[in-house]
Nanobody, 127 residues
Framework: QVQLVESGGGLVQAGGSLRLSCAASGRTFSNYCVGWFRQAPEKEREFVAAISWNGDSTYYADSVKGRFTISRDNAKNTGYLQMNGLKPEDTAVYYC????????????????????WGQGTQVTVSS
C-alpha cells in the first residue's frame, strides 16, 4: 500500500510559479517511480511529468517541458513539481501517482500504469 498526499496548489497569476509536493507513506519511497498528472474540467487526465526511483531520469509532456521540473527527495519521502511560467491553460487539479512496476524500466505516461494516486490539489492560473 502507498498513500500519497499532494499540497502546494493555489491561485496564481499568469507567469507566476508554484511548487507542488507529494508526501508518500507506506511502501519504501525509493522503490517506485512517481508521476504527476492533471485534469481540467471536462477533460481527460493527462500526463505532466515522471521521475525514476533515484531521480536520475525524468520525462515531461511537451506542453510543460522547459517550464516544469520534477524532483524527489527519498530521504524525506517526498516528490515535487516546480512549476514556472504558469499559463491559464495549466489550470487543473494536479495528482501525484506511484508506478510500482517500472523500477529500472522506462518512465510511463499513461494513468493505467500507475497503481496509487493522491487526492489532488487545485492549481488555478488567472490571466
Amino acid at each position: 500500500q502507498v498513500q500519497l498526499v499532494e499540497s502546494g496548489g493555489g491561485l496564481v497569476q499568469a507567469g507566476g510559479s508554484l511548487r507542488l509536493s507529494c508526501a508518500a507513506s507506506g511502501r519504501t519511497f525509493s522503490n517506485y517511480c512517481v508521476g504527476w498528472f492533471r485534469q481540467a474540467p471536462e477533460k481527460e487526465r493527462e500526463f505532466v511529468a515522471a521521475i525514476s526511483w533515484n531521480g536520475d531520469s525524468t520525462y515531461y509532456a511537451d506542453s510543460v517541458k522547459g517550464r516544469f521540473t520534477i524532483s524527489r527527495d527519498n530521504a524525506k519521502n517526498t516528490g515535487y513539481l516546480q512549476m514556472n511560467g504558469l499559463k491559464p491553460e495549466d489550470t487543473a487539479v494536479y495528482y501525484c501517482a506511484a508506478d510500482l512496476n517500472s523500477f529500472g524500466g522506462p518512465l510511463r505516461d499513461r494513468p493505467i500504469y500507475y497503481d496509487y494516486w493522491g487526492q489532488g490539489t487545485q492549481v488555478t492560473v488567472s490571466s
